[in-house]
């Protein structure tokens, strides 16, 4: 009886064991499931972040978190948003994060955590051929298509244009086609790409006196600065790997994600 009993008491601690050895295993499997990196991005943005012909998420930035995210052993989970809701979705945690081509400037930096940049470039106006805008001064009382809360919309207004809002990239370049705007400025990477894509495009590009940019991830101030700091050791292994320059050089032909 005695030795039954022994047995008994060693088998209910084996299986207490394993039970705790499973409980813990799933702990940790639900631990690395929770690891996601949420993206706010529009999805409109080419070649940034956009949609291919087979309809998939796809660009620059997005390949870039992608890295990130891998990088840190996360999974990532793309939001949809139009430019204009960005900041508020940001702001009401619908994502973690903001991977948009989002230029680190002063204001924003009041109010805003950022990583360390993974593009440098500068902005640029179009116009069509044949206008008699020459120069960014030019634009002073003219009707320019911008988003509001952009670094370019915000470039257009210190240059005394007349905005027309827009959702996007694509809608300025049609408003400047149709005639309804008479230009718009944007980021040159994004309108060289699209001259690319469409080489009989009616158009100019002006080139001026903005200053190089730096776009990066953006976080609210209230966001785990360890995610932060994640984010920015993903960067920079990422450089130190050559990884950052291949994805550039893929869009771009040249590496934009050093000064």
Same mark, same amino acid.
């Given at each position: 009886m005695k030795k039954f009993l022994i047995m008994l008491v060693?088998?209910?601690?084996? &299986?207490?064991?394993?039970?705790?050895?499973?409980?813990?295993?799933?702990?940790?499997?639900? *631990?690395?499931?929770? *690891?996601?990196l949420t993206v706010g991005t529009e999805g409109t943005y080419a070649p940034f972040t956009f949609h291919?012909? +087979?309809?998939?998420?796809?660009?620059? +930035?997005?390949?870039i978190s992608k890295a990130v995210a891998d990088k840190m052993g996360y999974k990532v989970k793309f939001v949809e948003t139009q430019w204009d809701s960005m900041f508020a979705? &940001?702001?009401?945690?619908?994502?973690?994060?903001?991977?948009?081509?989002?230029?680190?400037?002063e204001e924003r930096k009041a109010k805003y955590q950022f990583s360390k940049p993974y593009t440098y470039t500068s902005a640029v106006l179009v116009t069509r051929s044949n206008s008699d805008i020459k120069s960014f001064d030019d634009v002073k009382g003219r009707k320019l298509a911008q988003t509001l809360t952009s670094n370019y919309g915000k470039l257009a207004k210190d240059k005394g244009a007349q905005i027309t809002q827009v959702e996007g990239f694509n809608q300025s370049m049609e408003l400047v086609l149709s005639n309804r705007v008479e230009?718009?400025?944007?980021?040159?990477?994004?309108?060289?790409?699209?001259?690319?894509?469409?080489?009989?495009a009616d158009v100019k590009v002006i080139e001026g006196d903005?200053?190089?940019?730096?776009?990066?991830?953006?976080?609210?101030?209230?966001? +785990?600065?360890?995610?932060? +700091?994640?984010?920015?050791?993903?960067?920079?292994?990422?450089?130190?790997?050559?990884?950052?320059? *291949?994805?550039?050089?893929?869009?771009?032909?040249?590496?934009v994600t050093q000064p």
């Open positions: 060693a088998v209910l601690v084996f &299986l207490a064991a394993c039970g705790q050895s499973e409980d813990t295993k799933d702990s940790k499997e639900a *631990k690395t499931e929770d *690891k996601v291919d012909k +087979d309809g998939k998420l796809t660009g620059f +930035d997005v390949e979705g &940001l702001n009401s945690g619908r994502f973690d994060t903001v991977a948009n081509q989002v230029g680190i400037n230009g718009t400025f944007n980021e040159k990477l994004s309108v060289l790409d699209y001259m690319k894509q469409k080489k009989n903005a200053e190089k940019s730096q776009s990066a991830f953006v976080f609210t101030k209230k966001a +785990d600065k360890a995610l932060v +700091d994640k984010v920015n050791k993903a960067l920079d292994e990422l450089q130190k790997e050559g990884e950052l320059k *291949k994805i550039s050089e893929k869009w771009f032909g040249e590496d």
